[in-house]
Protein backbone atom coordinates (compact mmCIF):
# COMPACT_ATOMS: atom_id res chain seq x y z
CA UNK A 1 0.00 0.00 0.00
CA UNK A 2 2.72 2.62 0.76
CA UNK A 3 4.37 2.17 -2.84
CA UNK A 4 0.96 4.07 -3.86
CA UNK A 5 0.27 6.58 -0.95
CA UNK A 6 0.13 10.38 -1.14
CA UNK A 7 1.85 12.29 1.16
CA UNK A 8 0.85 11.26 4.87
CA UNK A 9 -2.14 9.69 3.83
CA UNK A 10 -3.17 6.12 4.96
CA UNK A 11 -5.09 4.71 1.74
CA UNK A 12 -4.36 4.62 -2.03
CA UNK A 13 -6.64 7.72 -3.08
CA UNK A 14 -7.31 5.59 -6.82
CA UNK A 15 -6.48 2.14 -7.85
CA UNK A 16 -6.47 2.71 -11.10
CA UNK A 17 -3.47 5.02 -10.63
CA UNK A 18 -1.29 2.34 -8.32
CA UNK A 19 1.13 0.58 -10.49
CA UNK A 20 2.21 -2.16 -7.96
CA UNK A 21 4.66 -4.77 -8.80
CA UNK A 22 4.57 -7.07 -6.05
CA UNK A 23 7.96 -8.87 -7.36
CA UNK A 24 9.99 -6.22 -5.97
CA UNK A 25 8.99 -8.05 -2.61
CA UNK A 26 10.46 -10.64 -3.20
CA UNK A 27 13.01 -12.81 -0.75
CA UNK A 28 16.78 -12.68 -1.73
CA UNK A 29 18.10 -14.47 1.59
CA UNK A 30 15.71 -16.41 4.04
CA UNK A 31 12.63 -16.97 3.99
CA UNK A 32 10.59 -14.15 6.49
CA UNK A 33 7.77 -11.73 6.42
CA UNK A 34 9.22 -9.23 5.33
CA UNK A 35 9.41 -10.80 1.86
CA UNK A 36 7.46 -12.87 -0.75
CA UNK A 37 8.82 -16.36 -1.92
CA UNK A 38 7.86 -16.70 -5.77
CA UNK A 39 5.10 -18.64 -4.56
CA UNK A 40 3.33 -15.79 -2.96
CA UNK A 41 4.40 -13.48 -5.82
CA UNK A 42 2.42 -15.51 -8.09
CA UNK A 43 -0.40 -15.41 -6.04
CA UNK A 44 -0.21 -12.15 -5.38
CA UNK A 45 -0.46 -11.41 -9.00
CA UNK A 46 -3.46 -13.67 -9.31
CA UNK A 47 -4.83 -11.55 -7.09
CA UNK A 48 -4.69 -8.34 -8.90
CA UNK A 49 -4.93 -10.43 -12.52
CA UNK A 50 -8.02 -12.19 -11.62
CA UNK A 51 -8.53 -15.87 -12.80
CA UNK A 52 -8.03 -16.61 -16.56
CA UNK A 53 -8.78 -19.80 -18.64
CA UNK A 54 -6.20 -22.34 -19.68
CA UNK A 55 -5.42 -19.81 -22.75
CA UNK A 56 -5.02 -17.03 -20.69
CA UNK A 57 -7.95 -15.04 -21.69
CA UNK A 58 -9.25 -13.32 -18.05
CA UNK A 59 -12.63 -14.24 -17.18
CA UNK A 60 -13.54 -11.74 -14.42
CA UNK A 61 -11.91 -8.76 -12.62
CA UNK A 62 -8.70 -8.74 -10.72
CA UNK A 63 -8.54 -7.35 -6.89
CA UNK A 64 -6.86 -3.49 -7.12
CA UNK A 65 -4.37 -2.78 -4.98
CA UNK A 66 -4.95 -1.63 -1.55
CA UNK A 67 -7.61 -4.53 -0.88
CA UNK A 68 -4.76 -6.92 0.58
CA UNK A 69 -5.19 -6.43 4.24
CA UNK A 70 -8.29 -4.92 6.53
CA UNK A 71 -11.03 -6.49 8.39
CA UNK A 72 -11.70 -8.12 5.27
CA UNK A 73 -8.46 -9.58 3.30
CA UNK A 74 -7.75 -11.54 0.72
CA UNK A 75 -6.95 -14.63 3.33
CA UNK A 76 -10.99 -14.36 3.69
CA UNK A 77 -11.34 -15.58 0.34
CA UNK A 78 -9.31 -18.83 0.89
CA UNK A 79 -10.27 -19.32 4.30
CA UNK A 80 -13.78 -17.54 5.60
CA UNK A 81 -14.98 -17.73 9.42
CA UNK A 82 -17.79 -19.62 8.14
CA UNK A 83 -15.91 -22.92 6.75
CA UNK A 84 -12.42 -23.01 7.91
CA UNK A 85 -10.52 -25.52 5.59
CA UNK A 86 -12.57 -24.47 2.17
CA UNK A 87 -12.76 -21.52 -0.08
CA UNK A 88 -15.50 -18.53 -0.04
CA UNK A 89 -18.61 -19.40 -1.16
CA UNK A 90 -17.85 -22.73 -2.47
CA UNK A 91 -21.21 -24.08 -1.39
CA UNK A 92 -22.67 -22.31 -4.84
CA UNK A 93 -20.59 -25.08 -6.70
CA UNK A 94 -22.07 -27.54 -4.50
CA UNK A 95 -25.83 -27.03 -5.34
CA UNK A 96 -24.91 -28.11 -8.86
CA UNK A 97 -21.99 -30.59 -8.40
CA UNK A 98 -23.54 -31.87 -5.26
CA UNK A 99 -22.56 -32.21 -1.57
CA UNK A 100 -19.41 -34.03 -1.90
CA UNK A 101 -18.03 -32.02 -4.89
CA UNK A 102 -14.11 -30.96 -3.73
CA UNK A 103 -13.29 -27.15 -4.75
CA UNK A 104 -9.73 -28.76 -4.91
CA UNK A 105 -10.57 -30.33 -8.12
CA UNK A 106 -12.17 -27.65 -9.59
CA UNK A 107 -11.34 -26.74 -13.33
CA UNK A 108 -12.53 -22.95 -14.87
CA UNK A 109 -13.04 -24.32 -18.05
CA UNK A 110 -14.46 -27.28 -17.62
CA UNK A 111 -16.61 -26.59 -14.71
CA UNK A 112 -18.10 -22.66 -15.14
CA UNK A 113 -20.12 -23.86 -17.98
CA UNK A 114 -21.88 -26.28 -16.21
CA UNK A 115 -22.61 -23.55 -13.68
CA UNK A 116 -23.68 -20.97 -15.80
CA UNK A 117 -25.94 -23.18 -17.45
CA UNK A 118 -27.71 -24.44 -14.08
CA UNK A 119 -27.45 -21.00 -12.06
CA UNK A 120 -27.49 -18.29 -14.70
CA UNK A 121 -31.12 -18.70 -15.35
CA UNK A 122 -31.88 -18.50 -11.75
CA UNK A 123 -29.08 -16.70 -10.65
CA UNK A 124 -28.22 -13.88 -13.21
CA UNK A 125 -31.62 -12.44 -14.12
CA UNK A 126 -31.63 -10.61 -10.76
CA UNK A 127 -27.83 -9.16 -11.83
CA UNK A 128 -28.23 -8.42 -15.63
CA UNK A 129 -27.77 -4.95 -14.91
CA UNK A 130 -31.09 -3.80 -17.03
CA UNK A 131 -32.10 -0.77 -16.09
CA UNK A 132 -34.35 0.37 -18.76
CA UNK A 133 -37.75 -0.28 -16.61
CA UNK A 134 -36.49 1.24 -13.69
CA UNK A 135 -35.35 4.68 -15.55
CA UNK A 136 -38.30 4.62 -17.46
CA UNK A 137 -40.36 4.92 -14.10
CA UNK A 138 -38.35 7.72 -12.83
CA UNK A 139 -35.99 5.55 -10.50
CA UNK A 140 -32.74 7.12 -9.01
CA UNK A 141 -29.87 5.27 -8.82
CA UNK A 142 -26.87 5.54 -5.92
CA UNK A 143 -23.93 3.12 -5.83
CA UNK A 144 -21.07 3.03 -3.54
CA UNK A 145 -18.20 1.03 -2.99
CA UNK A 146 -14.63 0.78 -1.65
CA UNK A 147 -11.79 0.53 -4.18
CA UNK A 148 -9.83 -1.76 -1.28
CA UNK A 149 -13.11 -4.47 -1.57
CA UNK A 150 -11.71 -7.90 -1.36
CA UNK A 151 -14.43 -9.52 -2.18
CA UNK A 152 -16.29 -7.65 -4.74
CA UNK A 153 -14.20 -6.45 -7.23
CA UNK A 154 -14.63 -2.90 -7.69
CA UNK A 155 -13.63 -3.15 -11.35
CA UNK A 156 -16.46 -4.76 -12.13
CA UNK A 157 -18.73 -2.05 -10.22
CA UNK A 158 -17.11 0.52 -12.36
CA UNK A 159 -17.80 -1.45 -15.43
CA UNK A 160 -21.38 -1.45 -14.56
CA UNK A 161 -21.50 2.15 -14.19
CA UNK A 162 -19.34 2.09 -17.48
CA UNK A 163 -22.29 0.14 -18.78
CA UNK A 164 -25.02 2.76 -18.31
CA UNK A 165 -23.24 5.81 -19.23
CA UNK A 166 -22.84 3.35 -22.71
CA UNK A 167 -26.27 2.07 -22.84
CA UNK A 168 -27.98 5.44 -21.88
CA UNK A 169 -25.27 8.06 -23.00
CA UNK A 170 -22.61 9.93 -20.84
CA UNK A 171 -25.33 12.39 -19.14
CA UNK A 172 -27.71 9.40 -17.68
CA UNK A 173 -29.62 11.27 -15.25
CA UNK A 174 -31.05 8.27 -13.00
CA UNK A 175 -27.32 6.58 -11.52
CA UNK A 176 -24.39 7.70 -10.08
CA UNK A 177 -21.77 5.68 -8.60
CA UNK A 178 -19.08 6.81 -5.72
CA UNK A 179 -15.66 4.94 -5.65
CA UNK A 180 -14.39 5.25 -1.34
CA UNK A 181 -11.16 5.34 -1.09
CA UNK A 182 -9.51 3.15 1.65
CA UNK A 183 -13.38 1.21 1.95
CA UNK A 184 -13.14 -2.56 2.18
CA UNK A 185 -16.40 -4.77 1.69
CA UNK A 186 -20.08 -3.34 3.31
CA UNK A 187 -18.00 -0.32 5.20
CA UNK A 188 -16.30 -3.27 7.42
CA UNK A 189 -13.28 -1.18 8.42
CA UNK A 190 -10.38 -0.48 6.34
CA UNK A 191 -7.78 2.76 6.81
CA UNK A 192 -9.53 5.15 4.85
CA UNK A 193 -12.98 6.53 4.30
CA UNK A 194 -16.05 4.93 5.84
CA UNK A 195 -18.62 7.60 7.21
CA UNK A 196 -21.01 8.74 4.48
CA UNK A 197 -23.86 6.62 3.97
CA UNK A 198 -26.76 6.20 7.57
CA UNK A 199 -28.49 3.59 5.85
CA UNK A 200 -25.37 1.27 5.95
CA UNK A 201 -25.45 -0.54 9.47
CA UNK A 202 -21.66 -1.85 8.94
CA UNK A 203 -20.51 1.94 8.46
CA UNK A 204 -20.04 4.47 11.20
CA UNK A 205 -22.73 7.28 10.52
CA UNK A 206 -21.62 10.52 8.71
CA UNK A 207 -21.35 13.47 11.31
CA UNK A 208 -23.92 15.61 9.59
CA UNK A 209 -27.28 14.13 8.64
CA UNK A 210 -27.51 16.16 5.70
CA UNK A 211 -27.24 15.65 1.81
CA UNK A 212 -23.62 16.42 1.48
CA UNK A 213 -22.28 14.04 3.99
CA UNK A 214 -24.84 11.15 4.02
CA UNK A 215 -25.70 9.59 0.52
CA UNK A 216 -28.64 8.29 1.65
CA UNK A 217 -30.14 11.52 2.32
CA UNK A 218 -29.00 12.87 -0.61
CA UNK A 219 -30.77 10.32 -2.45
CA UNK A 220 -34.12 11.13 -0.78
CA UNK A 221 -33.24 14.81 -1.96
CA UNK A 222 -32.13 13.68 -5.57
CA UNK A 223 -36.17 11.51 -5.71
CA UNK A 224 -38.15 14.36 -3.76
CA UNK A 225 -36.47 17.06 -4.49
CA UNK A 226 -35.14 16.87 -7.67
CA UNK A 227 -31.20 17.99 -6.54
CA UNK A 228 -28.90 15.15 -8.13
CA UNK A 229 -26.00 14.41 -6.33
CA UNK A 230 -22.57 16.15 -7.63
CA UNK A 231 -20.09 15.18 -4.33
CA UNK A 232 -20.47 13.29 -0.67
CA UNK A 233 -18.14 14.53 1.54
CA UNK A 234 -16.69 11.90 3.24
CA UNK A 235 -15.14 10.60 6.76
CA UNK A 236 -12.44 8.80 8.22
CA UNK A 237 -12.91 8.97 12.12
CA UNK A 238 -9.68 8.78 14.65
CA UNK A 239 -11.57 5.32 15.84
CA UNK A 240 -13.59 3.53 13.14
CA UNK A 241 -15.53 1.65 15.64
CA UNK A 242 -16.23 5.06 17.68
CA UNK A 243 -17.12 8.47 16.02
CA UNK A 244 -17.50 10.16 19.37
CA UNK A 245 -13.06 10.32 19.31
CA UNK A 246 -13.02 13.01 16.29
CA UNK A 247 -12.88 12.68 12.68
CA UNK A 248 -9.06 12.04 11.37
CA UNK A 249 -10.08 13.36 7.67
CA UNK A 250 -12.34 13.88 5.09
CA UNK A 251 -12.53 13.99 1.74
CA UNK A 252 -15.14 15.13 -1.02
CA UNK A 253 -15.94 11.75 -2.89
CA UNK A 254 -17.59 12.68 -6.47
CA UNK A 255 -19.57 10.39 -8.96
Same mark, same amino acid.
Given at each position: ?????????????? @??????????????? =????????????????? /??????????? =?????????????????? /???????????? @???????? +? /??????????????????????????????????????????????????????? +?????? +???????????????????? /???????????????????? @????????????? =???????????? +????????????????????? @????????????
Amino acid at each position: ISACLVGSEMCIRD @STECAFDPAKLTCHG =AESDQCLTPAEVATANA /FYSGPTDHAGK =ATYYGWPPGSETGVLTWA /FLETPLNAPGEP @SFDGLFKW +V /FGPEWNWRNFDLDRDMPQVDAKLGPILNGAVTGDFTRFKARGGKLIIFQGWADPI +VAPYQT +VALYEKLAKEFGPDQDFARL /FMAPGLTHCGLGGTGLNGFE @SAQSSMLPPPSDD =ARHDLFVALIAW +VEDKKTPTEVVATSYVDNKDA @SKGIAMQRPLCP
